[in-house]
T-cell receptor, first 113, second 116 residues
Framework: KAGVTQTPRYLIKTRGQQVTLSCSPISGHRSVSWYQQTPGQGLQFLFEYFSETQRNKGNFPGRFSGRQFSNSRSEMNVSTLELGDSALYLC????????????FGEGSWLTVV | AQSVAQPEDQVNVAEGNPLTVKCTYSVSGNPYLFWYVQYPNRGLQFLLKYITGDNLVKGSYGFEAEFNKSQTSFHLKKPSALVSDSALYFCAVRVQNTGTASKLTFGTGTRLQVTL
């Protein structure tokens, strides 16, 4: 079956703008989480959604937000973009259960200029 | 708080030789441990995981990892490296008592370079 799908793959935004990234999880997966990857900070957890509810949130400012729809698809939004928001944003999905494998998408490369 | 350490930024190995990528962890509670690989400009690919049971787990592409509770380690190994194994490898941990939460804590990554 299809893997985790993220769109867009690449985008360039100007400082101060906002951006919305989209994620379609693996069919049947109800948990979607988001991670930010940068050379300096590595892989950092942003937030997790399950059945349209945010269950867990990382240590990021309020400019970072997300949501999940009834079909488990998820979006994350970053407002008032800063240069430091340039990163690879990874979406991951899993079925319920802490021991279940978390599968990642190919990511969305965001460049803020 | 949970943490993962990958003490080597880079590991160099000749093709055909065995490889080991090291990982140690710190958690309160019993861990679920994962290894992922990342090729350039790609997302993370799942390699293997330890949940419970046999301390030696086998995964994709001939990789295996050994869970050592006393040393809190989960080193990734492969008996014979291939040039195509060259990539960035991440170790990650989740804690068992977090219900269904999916937060992974990652190490800083180890770049594996396999040469002919």
């Amino acid at each position: 079956k299809a893997g985790v799908t993220q769109t867009p793959r690449y985008l360039i935004k100007t400082r101060g703008q906002q951006v919305t990234l989209s994620c379609s999880p693996i069919s049947g997966h109800r948990s979607v989480s988001w991670y930010q990857q940068t050379p300096g900070q590595g892989l950092q957890f942003l937030f997790e959604y399950f059945s349209e509810t945010q269950r867990n949130k990382g240590n990021f400012p309020g400019r970072f937000s997300g949501r999940q729809f009834s079909n488990s698809r998820s979006e994350m939004n970053v407002s008032t973009l800063e240069l430091g928001d340039s990163a690879l944003y990874l979406c991951a999905s899993s079925s319920q259960g802490a021991g279940n494998t978390i599968y990642f998408g190919e990511g969305s490369w965001l460049t803020v200029v | 708080a949970q943490s993962v350490a990958q003490p080597e930024d880079q590991v160099n190995v000749a093709e055909g030789n065995p490889l080991t990528v090291k990982c140690t962890y710190s958690v309160s509670g019993n861990p679920y441990l994962f290894w992922y690989v990342q090729y350039p400009n790609r997302g993370l690919q799942f390699l293997l995981k330890y949940i419970t049971g046999d301390n030696l787990v086998k995964g994709s592409y001939g990789f295996e990892a050994e869970f050592n509770k006393s040393q809190t380690s989960f080193h990734l190994k492969k008996p014979s490296a291939l040039v195509s194994d060259s990539a960035l490898y991440f170790c990650a941990v989740r804690v068992q008592n977090t219900g269904t939460a999916s937060k992974l804590t990652f190490g800083t990554g180890t770049r594996l370079q396999v040469t002919l």
